[in-house]
């Protein structure tokens, strides 16, 4: 499983003295990133794709608090991937010094064309580099309908609200 280590900082924390939603978020991202990073989806080959990442949703499940003086691992774990490499979910479960499960959070993605600003598949090279990562037990092949299986749709304002 891969896992990365965080010190849990001063400005991590919120006004009730404990982890920050959006350092839980942060952190996250940065756990990921890393995997990234060490597994050929550096800069120069998302230049070379043309292509980033986008969030779809982060749902996040806090079981205890977290309060700063002793790390706190952030794991990921690959939940699902579309048959193209388009969608993507990860897992991620949050650790304390003792090793008990604090927090998770299932998130969805995928991957847009910068120039198109449309979704599209992974290169092959990428894919294989993304499907090595560790999978859940309940790991999912995604498809286009899955990306929308929460039923969230966009709500317009009236000209007369704005």
Request: aromatic letters at 14%; hydrophobic letters at 35%.
């Amino acid at each position: 499983m891969y896992l990365k280590e965080f010190e849990v900082r001063w400005n991590d924390i919120d006004a009730n003295r404990h982890l920050a939603n959006s350092a839980y978020i942060n952190y996250m991202s940065h756990t990921r990133l890393s995997f990234m990073l060490e597994n050929g989806f550096g800069q120069a080959k998302m230049v070379e794709h043309n292509i980033g990442p986008v969030v779809f949703y982060e749902h996040m499940f806090y079981f205890k608090e977290v309060f700063p003086g002793n790390p706190l691992r952030v794991s990921l774990q690959l939940r699902g991937l579309s048959e193209d490499g388009r969608y993507f979910s990860f897992q991620h479960n949050f650790y304390d010094h003792k090793g008990r499960n604090v927090a998770r959070c299932e998130m969805m993605g995928g991957w847009i064309d910068l120039s198109k600003r449309g979704l599209r598949g992974l290169p092959e090279e990428l894919y294989n580099n993304l499907n090595k990562l560790d999978r859940t037990d309940d790991f999912y092949v995604i498809t286009k309908e899955h990306t929308r299986r929460h039923g969230e749709v966009p709500q317009h304002l009236d000209a007369d609200q704005y």
